[in-house]
């Protein structure tokens, strides 16, 4: 299968289960595939997907698997589907119809407490740890380097046998309450999604450890799985795809104010979050969203 017959295929499963109203996670539970893997299908990033799994993909859908090989999907009845899973869902009074939040700094407070918790136990001042782990970030969090071999450059410079950074940073990062019960309150009236800088692994993790709010996602797009990060523009148009709405009727959220800048230059409406100050940055999304 041709670069553009597994983009070809990637949409149409996307444009399927859009259709059937179902999230990326949702269907990755009905046919047991991992986040990862729909996720790297529906970008066209897996050349050739095993019959075995687009048959699953196929069977949850109640769709052939013709319709999917052949990239059509064309029915009347699916369409329904997708207008009346978007009935369900309100519209602000000023356009918006999906929230975008980001997750550090927003829905869990950041993990600088890592930093200093590596260098009380190895001894390495905490600045050299930082800057190390800056270091190597993004090509993590944009999936070019993984996480074994992060942990073993850490390691390395921290003269340490091994390190595995997910431990320090499940424990270092703290919930943001308010937000939680915002992302709550928000997925049963609005279409919401996480759009993150993130390392492979962590929001599935996160969710499993109640860092994150186990909620009915419509997009989760982790910078990770989609080969791009904030503030690229290729990130914020892979999320309105999957958002598969106007660029109008986002709300993103984030603590950077040049990722906001970014989604700002995309049409998107934008609010910069205060994890200082988080009763005042949820009470303006809610004034917001109603």
């Known amino acids: 299968m041709g670069d553009g017959s597994s983009k070809k295929l990637g949409d149409a499963i996307q444009q399927a289960r859009q259709f059937a ?15 990862s893997t729909l996720a790297k299908i529906e970008r066209g990033a897996i050349k050739t997907p095993s019959v075995f799994t687009v048959k699953s993909v196929a069977d949850v859908l109640s769709i052939s698997m ?6 059509v999907v064309d029915s009347p009845n699916a369409a329904q589907l997708h207008r009346r899973s978007k009935i369900q869902k309100k519209t602000s009074a000023n356009g918006v119809s999906f929230l975008y939040l980001d997750i550090n700094g927003c829905l869990v407070r950041f993990f600088h407490g890592a930093f200093t918790q590596l260098s009380h136990e190895t001894g390495v001042p905490s600045d050299v740890i930082e800057s190390t782990f800056w270091h190597y970030n993004d090509a993590v969090c944009r999936g070019e380097m993984q996480m074994d071999e992060f942990n073993a450059a850490l390691a390395k410079r921290f003269g340490l046998d091994s390190l595995d950074w ?11 309450q308010e937000t939680h019960d915002l992302l709550k309150w928000a997925a049963k009236n609005y279409r919401v999604g996480l759009l ?3 390392m492979p692994g962590f929001i599935t993790e996160m969710i499993m450890k109640g860092l994150l709010p186990d909620v009915e996602y419509d997009a989760i797009i982790d910078s990770s799985e989609v080969a791009a990060i904030k503030p690229e523009e290729e990130i914020y148009a ?7 709405v106007s660029a109008s009727e986002i ?3 984030d603590d950077s104010r040049t990722n906001l800048m970014a989604a700002e230059r995309m049409d998107w409406k ?8 988080p009763e005042e940055s949820v009470a303006r999304i809610y004034q917001s969203l109603e």
């Not at 997910?166 to 943001?176: L, P, Q």
């Open 21 to 35: 109203g179902l999230t990326q996670q949702e269907l990755c539970q009905k046919a047991n595939l991992s986040y």
């Open 66 to 71: 013709d319709d999917l090989m052949g990239a």
């Open 166 to 176: 997910a431990s320090y940073y499940m424990d270092a990062v703290e919930v943001i």
């Open 196 to 198: 993150s800088n993130i």
């Open 238 to 244: 892979i999320a309105q795809k999957e958002a598969g």
């Open 251 to 253: 709300l993103f959220v």
């Open 270 to 277: 934008v609010m910069w979050f205060d994890d200082y100050r």
